[in-house]
């Protein structure tokens, strides 16, 4: 991946928002939660006016106005530059074309779950579809709201993540039933090795498994 002068994904956030029309940074805030973008791009609302900041010192965007609403206080409002819009096409097109190779933190549990008998790893797995068919709910019922306030083309990543998570869900409920009836080999050997300590003997596991 390339390095960027700004790599927090708010920063993607706010340059693809004011693609639209130039915003003060509240208002970019209102619009990313009317669309659900919270979840999908890990906004941490917390370091907007710092991302921002930094948005403007590297001249992807720059201020065009203060504006003041009643009693509240001023805000500077914002618009893309022509280096700011470059920045997020190419930042667009690296996401959308080139795979993310890094693991994630269910990817590394599962290379050392031998750290852990079967049967609680069984359990840990059970517990993951749970929350993984509640999150599945909850997308499914937020889609059909915001899908009455903004057209599906702005929603292609919440069906994306929909896919992924039930594709989750299939591939675990998949893997604990290998592990119930045996058809993963050496469960036992590693249920052996979790009472005894005697290491199991991978040759020969994966030579079993070729039967």
Not at 20 to 37: D, N
Not at 135 to 147: G, Q
Request: aromatic letters at 6%; proline letters at 4%; one cysteine or more.
């Amino acid at each position: 991946m390339k390095r960027r002068k700004v790599s927090n994904m708010l920063g993607l956030a706010v340059l693809a928002t004011l693609c639209e029309r130039p915003m003060h940074p509240y208002e970019i805030a209102t619009l990313l939660r009317e669309r659900g973008k919270e979840g999908d791009l890990k906004i941490k609302w917390g370091s907007l006016y710092t991302v921002v900041g930094n948005l403007e010192k590297h001249g992807f965007i720059e201020a065009v106005e203060n504006v003041r609403d009643g009693a509240r206080p001023e805000r500077t409002v914002y618009r893309i530059t022509g280096d700011g819009q470059a920045e997020l096409e190419d930042w667009v097109a690296e996401l959308l074309g080139v795979p993310d190779r890094e693991p994630t933190r269910f990817h590394a549990g599962l290379s050392v779950m031998l750290a852990l008998g079967p049967d609680v790893v069984d359990q840990q797995l059970e517990q993951r579809v749970g929350e993984l068919e509640r999150m599945i709910d909850d997308r499914v019922e937020a889609l059909a709201k915001t899908r009455t306030e903004v057209p599906r083309l702005v929603l292609v990543e919440s069906e994306y993540q929909l896919a992924m998570w039930r594709a989750e869900a299939e591939w675990v409920r998949g893997l604990r039933d290998e592990m119930a009836t045996g058809a993963l080999r050496g469960v036992e050997e590693w249920r052996r090795y979790r009472e005894t300590g005697e290491v199991p003997d991978m040759a020969a596991l994966v030579e079993n498994e070729g039967e």
